[in-house]
């Protein structure tokens, strides 16, 4: 029954999402320029790059223990911009993995990457490495690749428990600029304290369409964020209509003879309880008694005489 009362607001939220989606979208591929804010994060990716081939040094990316689903997705789309960048300055990378089909996903994007770019002899089929998929194991091996090739930037994105920590200390220690993101919110301390750059709750997801400008992403993204105005718009409308409408419910009363006192008329609040009966709510004025209602008792003392005896 809550449902019937209270589902069609599920419904509305979706249809208004669809709607918001739909139509930036197609502002997008109209040619609108729809805005994005800045994230730093993805800013010093072009920073880092440029450090590590300076320095002639890898890059490094990791996707954590991300498998093969929208995280580790997300994750590889992002590696694929940085290995384009990477591929155009003939930046080594290493590209570290804990899970299998994100592996062979992995090594046929990148090599579309490399052949894309013009330059598929620059692939380097080592480059993209299937560590283990043991936890601790896999953050040993992330370690010792970082200490003995001294990478210069680390991408950590993904999925990370209790190795995060380990991973980012090491490229710490090593000097290299270190950017990160994860879905996993109690790791997100521990990267901020590690790292250069974190990126926060949704800031992952919208990496891509920040680093694309594909007009699908853009338009899912900022019909997203209309979504969230109107819904948090939606709460705070509803929080200040609550509380008037319950100071005004408050405010109500009827005038009703007060139970064992005949005769005597007093406003009670129209959902106090009188009588073992719950009074239904209604919104009106009080009620002044009229001239057809019996009069009220005058109580003891309330009239002082005023002239003596004659």
Do not use: H
Request: some cysteine; proline content about 6%.
């Amino acid at each position: 029954m809550q449902y019937y009362d209270t589902g069609y607001l599920q419904i509305l939220f979706v249809v208004l999402l669809i709607v918001f989606i739909l139509f930036n979208i197609q502002r997008a591929r109209g040619g609108k320029q729809l805005f994005i804010r800045r994230i730093p994060g993805l800013s010093a990716i072009d920073e880092a790059i440029g450090r590590s081939t300076e320095m002639g040094r890898p890059v490094l990316m990791v996707p954590g223990l991300s498998g093969l689903d929208p995280v580790g997705i997300q994750a590889i789309k992002i590696f694929g911009y940085i290995t384009r960048t990477a591929a155009r300055f003939a930046t080594p990378i290493r590209l570290l993995l804990a899970n299998a089909p994100l592996y062979s996903v992995a090594t046929e994007m990148i090599r579309d990457v490399y052949q894309t770019e013009g330059v598929p002899e620059r692939f380097d089929p080592q480059s993209v490495r299937f560590v283990t998929d043991r936890q601790f194991a896999f953050a040993a091996g992330v370690a010792g690749l970082i200490y003995r090739e001294r990478v210069a930037a680390a991408f950590l994105m993904g999925d990370w428990y209790a190795e995060s920590l380990i991973v980012a200390e090491s490229a710490n220690a090593v000097g290299a600029i270190q950017v990160a993101a994860s879905t996993i919110t109690t790791q997100t301390p521990f990267l901020i304290a590690a790292c250069d750059y974190v990126m926060i709750g949704d800031e992952f997801y919208a990496a891509s369409a920040y680093l694309s400008r594909e007009p699908v992403l853009v338009g899912s993204l900022v019909g997203q964020d209309w979504s969230k105005l109107a819904i948090a718009s939606l709460i705070v409308v509803s929080s200040l209509f609550g509380s008037v409408e319950k100071r005004f419910v408050q405010q109500t009363a009827e005038w009703v003879q007060e139970p064992g006192k005949a005769g005597e008329m007093r406003p009670i609040p129209a959902r106090m309880k009188r009588n073992d009966e719950i009074l239904p709510l209604r919104f009106f004025s009080p009620r002044k008694p009229g001239p057809l209602d019996p009069p009220r008792q005058k109580k003891p003392g309330a009239e002082t005489s005023t002239g003596g005896d004659s």
